[in-house]
């Protein structure tokens, strides 16, 4: 009987083990569905807030929360971008910290667009509309509040869709995007933070001239130029571990100017390569070390190069600016912008006599009166901004003129973005 017995417990005991690891398998699975959930709200919680508290005098430290990312369920993304988290991140700048540091960048935004792609009137789900695939697959996903261009399969390249498609770079061109970086903190999980992006620089002869990739599982920003064989004839890698934001938002800008190129990272520039071919065209790449998990940039942009602040404001009496933006259907500054208003405040420091009517601008985008009102607000928000550098309120008038007038087509993205600016009027 007891053999009996223990022969019974032995099979309960490895049944029960069975059960058990299926259901540990089980839990685990939801375990991790939980987490991911839990995290794409936390997120969701934690970005919207990032840039109004840099221009809002909030020197606490942002929020940390570790990612784990597949591809999200459109239907269950939180739309909220004011929700706020008191998770600490001791790993992200302070606010005040990003300011400053675009406060001192040299970085000058182009002043004539010629890509602009916030994907704001685009299909979730779909392909970006304003883009090409070259390889892989890609579509509109909702993430952080942000419609975002998502690359779902690993590698994937798309290339902005132009009339000319081979040959609509300047000799003097800027783009800039916004990238999203996970948390380095878990590297060995192959999670979200084992991002790549490539801007992949070509020729009208489709020759390779120039790659520039974001790295940021080895925390790296590499560059590669090549010659007419292909071969890399020049390649520079640098660490930028202190200055890509964990779980957030990061902006990339970058300038070529004839045959210099420069880069930056969140303001601070990180290539200087003073002689190279000139491109024609470019893709870009999004590419990971295990293909699963998306990767999301958003608002891209192509300008032409520039013109000295003084030269436009001598020759037209004002200066139209689109290199301050805000969140959208805000009036919050984002913090980019303080590269342009820090040439403002410069040029008004060099002519003391200097005054300027700070109008906003929009596109038709939704009711009048609202675009009026928040015409309005962002007008005043530079303005306060400038004061609060040191420019004398005196100097400085805030005027909205909502969507009454426009400087091209509203019917067009490209359209509409440039109708999105702000103008300093000389008075």
Same mark, same amino acid.
């Given at each position: 009987?007891?053999?009996?017995?223990?022969?019974?417990?032995?099979?309960?005991? %490895?049944?029960?083990?069975?059960?058990?690891?299926?259901?540990?398998?089980?839990?685990?699975?939801?375990?991790?569905?939980?987490?991911?959930?839990?995290?794409?709200?936390?997120?969701?919680?934690?970005?919207?807030?990032?840039?109004?508290?840099?221009?809002?005098?909030?020197?606490?430290?942002?929020?940390?929360?570790?990612?784990?990312?597949?591809?999200?369920?459109?239907?269950?993304?939180?739309?909220?971008?004011?929700?706020?988290?008191?998770?600490?991140?001791?790993?992200?700048?302070?606010?005040?910290?990003?300011?400053?540091?675009?406060?001192?960048?040299?970085?000058?935004?182009?002043?004539?667009?010629?890509?602009?792609?916030?994907?704001?009137?685009?299909?979730?789900?779909? %392909?970006?509309?304003?883009?090409d695939l070259v390889d892989g697959n890609s579509e509109v996903v909702k993430f952080d509040g942000k419609m975002t261009i998502g690359f779902v399969s690993c590698p994937t390249v798309v290339t902005?869709?132009?009339?000319?498609?081979?040959?609509?770079?300047?000799?003097?061109?800027?783009?800039?995007?916004?990238? %999203?970086?996970?948390?380095?903190?878990?590297?060995?999980?192959?999670?979200?933070?084992?991002?790549?992006?490539?801007?992949?620089?070509?020729?009208?002869?489709?020759?390779? &001239?120039?790659?520039?990739?974001?790295?940021?599982?080895?925390?790296?920003?590499? %560059?590669?130029?090549?010659?007419?064989?292909?071969?890399?004839?020049?390649?520079?890698?640098?660490?930028?571990?202190?200055?890509?934001?964990?779980?957030?938002?990061?902006?990339?800008?970058?300038?070529?100017?004839?045959?210099?190129?420069?880069?930056?990272?969140?303001?601070?520039?990180?290539?200087?390569?003073?002689?190279?071919?000139?491109?024609?065209?470019?893709?870009?790449?999004?590419?990971?070390?295990?293909?699963?998990? &998306?990767?999301?940039?958003?608002?891209?942009?192509?300008?032409?190069?520039?013109?000295?602040?003084?030269?436009?404001?001598?020759?037209?009496?004002?200066?139209?600016?689109?290199?301050?933006?805000?969140?959208?259907?805000?009036?919050?500054?984002?913090?980019?912008?303080?590269?342009?208003?820090?040439?403002?405040?410069?040029?008004?420091?060099?002519?003391?006599?200097?005054?300027?009517?700070?109008?906003?601008?929009?596109?038709?985008?939704?009711?009048?009166?609202?675009?009026?009102?928040?015409?309005?607000?962002?007008?005043?928000?530079? &303005?306060?901004?400038?004061?609060?550098?040191g420019i004398s309120k005196s100097r400085l008038t805030a005027v909205g003129k909502g969507q009454t007038t426009p400087l091209a087509d509203n019917s067009t993205d490209e359209g509409r973005a440039?109708?999105?600016?702000?103008?300093? &009027?000389?008075?």
């Open positions: 009987m007891k053999k009996y017995l223990l022969l019974a417990g032995v099979l309960t005991m %490895f049944t029960s083990a069975v059960e058990a690891q299926s259901f540990i398998d089980r839990l685990g699975q939801r375990a991790k569905q939980a987490a991911e959930n839990a995290v794409e709200r936390n997120v969701e919680n934690k970005v919207g807030n990032a840039v109004d508290d840099a221009f809002n005098g909030n020197n606490d430290k942002g929020n940390k929360n570790n990612k784990k990312s597949n591809k999200p369920n459109n239907n269950e993304v939180n739309e909220d971008e004011n929700n706020s988290s008191s998770n600490s991140n001791n790993n992200k700048p302070a606010p005040r910290i990003i300011e400053a540091t675009y406060a001192k960048c040299d970085f000058v935004p182009g002043d004539e667009i010629i890509f602009d792609d916030d994907l704001a009137t685009e299909q979730i789900g779909e %392909f970006p509309s304003k883009w902005p869709l132009m009339k000319n498609s081979k040959n609509y770079l300047t000799e003097e061109f800027t783009i800039e995007f916004d990238f %999203f970086a996970g948390d380095n903190s878990s590297l060995s999980e192959n999670l979200l933070s084992r991002s790549q992006y490539f801007l992949q620089f070509y020729n009208e002869a489709d020759e390779h &001239v120039l790659e520039y990739e974001v790295h940021t599982a080895d925390v790296t920003s590499t %560059f590669w130029r090549y010659n007419s064989t292909l071969d890399k004839s020049v390649s520079s890698e640098l660490e930028i571990k202190d200055l890509l934001i964990e779980n957030n938002w990061n902006h990339f800008s970058l300038s070529f100017n004839k045959r210099a190129l420069k880069v930056y990272i969140n303001g601070t520039r990180v290539t200087n390569v003073p002689n190279m071919k000139a491109p024609s065209y470019v893709n870009l790449e999004s590419r990971r070390w295990q293909d699963h998990g &998306v990767d999301y940039v958003t608002n891209f942009r192509i300008c032409k190069g520039a013109v000295p602040l003084y030269d436009r404001m001598m020759t037209d009496g004002k200066i139209i600016s689109y290199g301050i933006t805000f969140d959208i259907n805000k009036s919050t500054i984002k913090p980019e912008s303080m590269v342009e208003i820090s040439r403002i405040k410069k040029l008004m420091d060099e002519n003391p006599d200097l005054k300027f009517e700070v109008q906003g601008h929009t596109d038709n985008t939704g009711s009048a009166s609202t675009n009026q009102t928040l015409s309005e607000q962002r007008a005043q928000a530079i &303005v306060n901004k400038l004061v609060e550098l440039k109708n999105r600016r702000v103008e300093f &009027v000389k008075k």
